[in-house]
């Protein structure tokens, strides 16, 4: 079991934390402001139920700053969305962050055209290798961004996990423990792309995830790779 | 059974050429210069035999300037590289083409810069929609761009076709002519993404598609979306 910070309260954050807690993690969340996270009693921008109300049923995780969250754990996850994962990496604290292992399953994605977004990053360059070159001591392995958050932590939720989840990262060991975490979701079929310059396809596969998205009226598919 | 021009003489092109003509289409492959198309003994860059031994294989199949090829078909099949498709249907001329389907199998990959390619346009544009764009009298339907091209044309060769194949295009005539050329092939998970600007979702996999293939170390593989 892991001391694990999960940045990030919206959907994803929630899956994600609410998961890893459940595998008994001891899991913090991580936010710009607290008191201001707590207090929120609409739903967000995509229509996502408030975190306070989530907490509550939650009670096993708690709720610290960006800098708090990130201090106490041995592994960090980005679930913030892009556009502020490197706000939220610098509020945790250079400090705070060295040495340790990032899940990033973030998507550079711009919805200041509208819908479908477009990247704000892309082809020869991605949010994941952005990360890792701002942060050269955090150990970043981008995961799961292919994906619905419902899918992430339970895959075997459609085709009993007959799916597949990639894996980019520098560090070998550190896509281990990511690979391990995936498996211990229930994901079966990891694939390891290569180093962080990977991560440039898998943040790639979004426009088609919107496309299939708007298309099948559910985010409730996955992409198998079938050899 | 249709009178149908592939334009491009490489792999894809034999693939596609044979696979109709063995179907009983009667196909004729447009190339830019027929001369210097027979000539060739070498070769290509990408190591694919020279088209005159695959023509001697093929009787059935004609060669042909890329305006007389266009000219006789009643269908379009764009199988050159991307970076020439542009020029071979300039070549193959307004008048030839207007009011056809083109089948639009190319992907606007940018080999400059070495391997792994990255596309010369994107994500806000396709070359799908470029090519729409140019030739707002053809009817353009992007599909078969996500695999290689032994798949496109035998795709039970993998899972007993068990994968998925997209189709873009602004005409509901046209996508349902290329989807039931699809099915004649084998395909049986035929997706409609929606109008021509889909094509930036699949054109945007083949960064994906070129990392699995060197993780893989072959080309026979496919992406199913699991639903």
Known sequence: ???IAVLGTGMVGQALAGKLAGLGHEVTVG????????????????GNAP???WATAHPAVTLASFA???ARAEMLVNATSGEVSMAAL????????????????ANPLDFSQGFPPSLFVKDTDSLG?????????????????????HLMVDPTQLADGAHSVFVSGNDAEAK????GLLESFGHTDVIDLGDITTARATEMLLPIWLRL?????????????VR
């Open 51 to 53: 975190y306070s109300g």
């Open 31 to 46: 936010t710009r402001d607290v008191a201001a996270t707590m207090a929120r009693t609409e739903p967000d921008g995509m």
């Open 1 to 3: 079991m892991m001391k």
């Open 176 to 179: 281990k423990t990511v690979s």
């Open 68 to 70: 708090q969250a990130a």
């Open 90 to 105: 610098e509020a945790a604290g250079r400090d705070n962050v060295a040495g340790k292992v990032l899940l990033d399953v």
């Open 213 to 225: 998205y708007g298309t099948m009226g559910t985010p409730m598919f996955q992409f198998k790779i």
């Open 129 to 149: 290798e952005q990360i890792q070159a701002a942060f050269p001591e955090l150990k970043v392995v981008k995961s799961l961004n292919t994906m619905n958050a």
